[in-house]
């Protein structure tokens, strides 16, 4: 092969290769490890650990046997909790099911809890909501339920979508006090922008798939939030807590990632403030 026949070739296989990778990422799944402050944690809480999982978009795009895949990455994590940040299915009712069903093979010691997103109005309220019963997860619309570890107690709160529902996070915290700490879940991270109330610890939100496409030196061009790219992904501070925002583990139309890996988060909470 002459020199000039074998660059041609080398220029295909890179174009061809460059074509290609954003769909590989897609499906490059991996775990973000983040340790995140909570107001008012106590003692029996500090160190434990919660897995968070959002936008898996089980559909065209998403197998099943990803989203299998993610779970099992997720139970080898051994999280002391799992929260679900909405966004389950993508293009269908059929899809619903079959997600959550194996969103149902998640394991944690303290428990699991959810909340739906935009898509999970879109594509079926009702199933999701059952399938959620089936699978025996909680879930949080506008509720919450309390955490006890032994003389300490920790609230996880979850409120409605906010395009498809209304968020009432004052009955996510219940009878919460400024004294305890807490965790809300919202799948959309704009919501944190409306908060004023002072007994929220931590947002966990999801939506923005991290941009999903990020160009180098210049950011993700479409994000769906009405704050551009400050809510974007990883720990934000809003106007009343911090909020950390996962990227995602699925994806939607178009279905590729570019320099933005899908994600299953596991935070480590701790009382202390980070430096």
Known sequence: ????????????????AGVAYPFLEAKWC?????????????????????AFLSDVH????????????????TNALRPDLVLLGGDYC???????????????????????????????????????????????????????AWIDRGSARLRVGGVGDLWCDRPDVGKALGD????????????????????????????LSGHTHGGQ???????APCVPSAFGQKYLRGLVRGPAC?????????????PVRLFCRPEVVLLTLTGRAQA
């Open 30 to 50: 991996r775990v973000a490890r983040r340790t995140v402050t909570i107001p008012n944690l106590r003692g029996p809480f500090e160190g434990m650990t919660v």
């Open 242 to 254: 911090n909020v950390y925002i996962g990227r995602g583990a699925g994806t939607i139309s178009p």
């Open 213 to 219: 496409v990020v160009v180098p030196f210049y950011g």
């Open 176 to 203: 919460s006090t400024v004294e305890d700490a807490s965790i809300v879940l919202s799948h959309n991270p704009d919501v944190a922008e409306t908060l004023t109330d002072p007994r929220v610890g931590l947002m």
């Open 90 to 144: 993508h293009h269908g009712p059929r899809y619903i099911a079959p997600a959550i069903e194996e969103l149902g093979r998640l394991r944690a010691s303290m428990g699991r809890f959810a909340v739906l997103g935009n898509h999970d109005h879109w594509d079926g309220y009702r199933p999701s909501v059952e399938a959620l019963e089936d699978a025996r997860i909680p879930l949080l619309r506008n509720s919450g």
């Open 1 to 16: 092969m002459n020199r000039r026949r074998w660059i041609k070739r080398a220029a295909i296989g890179s174009a061809l």
């Open 58 to 73: 089980h559909g065209p795009y998403v197998p099943r046997v990803y989203v299998r895949s993610i779970v099992e990455m």
